[in-house]
């Protein structure tokens, strides 16, 4: 059974660091992993999405790298601002069954002015 | 613009009554998926359905049913042998039903239910 771990569950940190947060999944069989943002009280933005056979991919500020074999993956985020606050899942749909996606239970990122 | 659209946003219900939470989709997605959040414990998958008239259990599905008639819907109603529904409830499609499974998930901006 698939497991997803972020580690940290938390984490604070000033405006303008760069920072990473961590991912973990225990089955490598995987087609795809997807970071999402969620704010307090909303629905999941997804934000990167990483298919199987990449290494990385990049949105703006935003970096997420796959390393399907060590069964890792991570979120960088450049330049934090304080509009990064927020709830960040990582979640990965794995092969076989039902094929469905398998979460994280998230880092609450704080970015302080 | 295409999306999942949840209603209502806040849901209130009495003890051992039913309530339907609505998920709509105009993004010509396949699938579609219902999660449960509580704090601390992530998201848990009730139900899915990869087409239209078939849906499967996923892990926490007692105590609720769901049908899917329209390839745009996907209602969830919470049952009173919920025991413990009070959670935020997220709705979520993704394109592709199995095969590759290269596509990502879509999600709604949720249903808060409470019991009172």
Known sequence: KQEVTQIPAALSVPEGENLVLNCSFTDSAIYNLQWFRQDPGKGLTSLLLIQSSQREQTSGRLNASLDKSSGRSTLYIAASQPGDSATYLCAVRSQGGSEKLVFGKGTKLTVNP | ?116
């Open chain 2, 1 to 116: 613009d295409g999306g999942i659209t949840q209603s209502p946003k806040y849901l209130f219900r009495k003890e051992g009554q039913n309530v339907t939470l609505s998920c709509e989709q105009n993004l010509n997605h396949d699938a579609m998926y219902w999660y449960r959040q509580d704090p601390g414990q992530g998201l848990r998958l009730i139900y899915y359905s990869q087409i239209v008239n078939d849906f499967q259990k996923g892990d926490i599905a007692e105590g609720y049913s769901v049908s899917r008639e329209k390839k745009e819907s996907f209602p969830l109603t919470v049952t009173s042998a919920q025991k413990n529904p009070t959670a935020f409830y997220l709705c979520a499609s993704s394109m592709e039903a199995g095969g590759r499974a290269r596509y990502g998930y879509t999600f709604g901006s949720g249903t808060r239910l409470t019991v009172v």
